[in-house]
């Protein structure tokens, strides 16, 4: 069993480079669905276990893919022929549950496992069902799997109670290739959604109003392939963002788009960062201690509920209370505990984790619990003073690519070890 052994109290100095984003890359994937004829090429891609997986989801459909150079994609969707995404793949990725409306825009058809709970809340899929449904496609929930079929989705005009990012991206897809307009209300913003509305009108879409909250969609009767680069990963150049504030040092962080980050350069700047920003790279310096700030996290563009977990290590080493506030996922806490091995202070209260700093986390071993669980758990152990361990590596590797070669690469002590932990 692999697991991270990390030597706190080395501030960090040096400059990190980010890579492509999982949450971008992942959705194109899926669009590559939408049009054979030729091949795909995706640029900027970071090689990490879920989009490996989602590559052995294209393959199982009977996609041809291939890695070319580090981080470029090929995909050639024309010989798809299965329509069904089975549990074993959604079961450990639930982002596998955004091939539904592709290839019922392809196929006519498709069969996908429903995604159970996760390790942060229930995480339904009611959205992107209600949606299909609303735009003609019939629907059988059976033997864990939904079933979904239509020869032709029609445009309608859709309303989400909540701001779904999955669940904007799934029905935009579907809507692309649809029999007239689409309308969606309450749509995500992210610039995952963004980078994606771009490659499918790059494809030969019509969307509208892309970066709002209401997406105006003329379907089209066909699309082609295209090439296209992701986004820079702004939850990675966030996690890293963090880093001094715990270590204290100085950090450049760049190949990112500072625009994606302006509430959490607000937010870091509160706490008293010194932050310059340039074109595509992010300065960040400490002076003396982190002051604690509140922090809710919202829908983009607020505050990601993916940063809170390494946020909240941010603010158990400052200089007094915080009230961190989780309104996106009713489970988000499960750090709370591996924290407080560490010895950070923290009361959860309902929604919101009440965060008293203290001077000093000490090393312990942790263990992850979700993806971005596993990055703050990476922080508090490069803030303590001694060994921190942490196990369960595999949410890690889900989404943080050479974690700990770039953090070395900046003077953390921090190495993987592949032995039996004793
Ligand atoms: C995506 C991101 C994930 C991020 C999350 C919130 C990807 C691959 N994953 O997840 O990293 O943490 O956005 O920014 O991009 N909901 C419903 N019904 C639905 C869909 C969602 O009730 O059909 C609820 C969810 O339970 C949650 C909220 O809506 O409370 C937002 O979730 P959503 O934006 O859909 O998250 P994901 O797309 O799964």
Known sequence: MAYLEIEGGVPLKG?????????????MLAATILAGGGSFRLDNVPRLDDVKLFLELLTSLGCWVSWKEADSIVIDTDSIESCVAPYDLVNRMRASVLVLGPLVARLGRARVALPGGCAIGARPIDFHLKGLEAMGARLKLEKGFVEARASRLKGAHIFFDIPSVTGTENLMMAAVTARGRTVLENAAREPEIVALGEMLNQMGGQIHGLGSEKLVIDGVSSLNPVSFRTIPDRIEAGTYLMAPAVTGGE??????????????????????LD????????????????NSIDITTQPYPGFPTDLQAQAMVMMSVASGLSVITETIFENRFMHVAELRRLGADIRIKGQSAIVKGVKRLQGAPVQATDLRASASLVLAGLAAKGTTTVTQLFHLDRGYENMEEKLASVGARIRRMEQQQV
């Open 15 to 27: 400059k990190i480079s980010i890579s492509g984003a999982k949450n971008a890359a992942l959705p």
């Open 251 to 272: 950090l450049v962080v760049d190949q990112v788009n500072p625009e994606y980050l302006e509430t959490v350069i607000g937010k870091l700047r509160l706490a008293g």
């Open 275 to 290: 932050i310059d920003v340039d074109n595509s790279a992010i300065q960040v310096r400490k002076r003396g201690r982190i």
